[in-house]
């Protein structure tokens, strides 16, 4: 997901923003799927709730992701903003992966 972030801010072409969506989209998809069964697992009951709650919390990133664009304008550091948050996204990309490496890495 980090190298989909990272691909148009480094090339920019007609196929890296494909590729972005292809690989952003692709690992976002897995890790809904892999949510939407832990929610079932937490609550078999009903889920519903739950499922509701994630979906709304995504509902709110769509709206607000574009917006906080739109107010960062002209962005910093001579950065347009588009490219200020996909660089900001791709280090936070970053450092979760080796957070998580290295957390899988410590013997139990």
Known sequence: MALGTALPL?????????ASAVLV???????????????????????TPLLARMTAAFAAGQIAGPLLVRALGSGLAGWDALSLTGAVATLLLVLTALWLWRAGRVPV
Do not use: C, K, S
């Not at 480094?10 to 494909?18: D, E, S």
């Open 10 to 18: 480094l090339v920019h072409a007609l196929w890296a923003v494909a």
């Open 25 to 47: 989209g692709g690992t976002f998809m897995v890790a809904t799927m892999a949510g939407l069964q832990l929610a079932r697992e937490a609550r078999p009951d009903d889920p």
